[in-house]
């Protein structure tokens, strides 16, 4: 157990919804980093947030947002659902601001649209 | 633009052999390596990393690897293999914004199949 939970485990959802998913950091992490994990694409780095700013953007579309609130955990929002949406979406975080800190990651979220 | 290239989609191992997973790398500046591994419906799991320092990396379950400047490779190995290794195996690297933590851009991954 790496301490990152996320949830929901699973979701379902039709074209053109709107879903968020929901991501605890460790304790006393302050780093929070979303990755999108399909077949074709691979694992990609979506957005990463620190104490609440957003730090970096990655391959992330404009019709996904984020944001970390003050109690540091995180929400990854993704609008108007598209077939080619449908993935595994990792949270991961960090303690610090180092190099020197690896990542732990949570479970995932599998979202299917359908 | 960094990268890192994992060169084998499948590795078969018998258990109790020597294994060997491939990751070269290319980078600007310094280069800091992570190996996670990923069990079925599972998340990610760190098993070491390179910073600095010796080239031979120890890391979880008895994983190692071997960070080779002049060849920009960080292969994993692991001196005798178990089935319960056999997962997905992922190299990556990690953006360095001038000395703070960036995200990791990772490999395409290498399935490790060891059987018994």
């Known amino acids: 157990d790496s301490g990152v939970t996320q949830t929901p485990k699973h979701l379902i959802t039709a074209t053109g919804q709107r879903v968020t998913l929901r991501c605890s950091p460790r304790?006393?992490?302050?780093?929070v980093y979303w990755y999108q994990q399909s077949l074709d694409q691979g694992l990609q780095f979506l957005i990463q947030y620190y104490n609440g700013e957003e730090r970096a953007k990655g391959n992330i579309l404009e019709r996904f947002s984020a944001q970390q609130f003050p109690d540091l955990h995180s929400e990854l929002n993704l609008s108007s659902l598209e077939l080619g949406d449908s993935a595994l979406y990792f949270c991961a975080s960090s303690g610090g601001d180092s190099i020197h800190y690896e990542q732990y990651f949570g479970p995932g979220t599998r979202l299917t649209v359908t | 633009a960094q990268s890192v290239a994992q060169p084998e989609d499948q590795v078969n191992v018998a258990e109790g052999n020597p294994l060997t997973v491939k990751c070269t790398y290319s980078v600007s500046g310094n280069p800091y390596l992570f190996w996670y591994v990923q069990y079925p419906n599972r998340g990610l799991q760190f098993l070491l990393k390179?910073?600095?320092?010796?080239?031979l990396v120890k890391g979880s379950y008895g994983f190692e690897a071997e960070f080779n400047k002049s060849q920009t490779s960080f292969h994993l190995k692991k001196p005798s293999a178990l089935v319960s290794d056999s997962a997905l195996y992922f190299c990556a690297v990690r953006e360095n914004y001038g000395g703070s933590q960036g995200n990791l851009i990772f490999g395409k991954g290498t399935k490790l199949s060891v059987k018994p």
């Open positions: 304790s006393g992490d302050l780093s």
């Open positions: 390179y910073i600095t320092g010796d080239n």
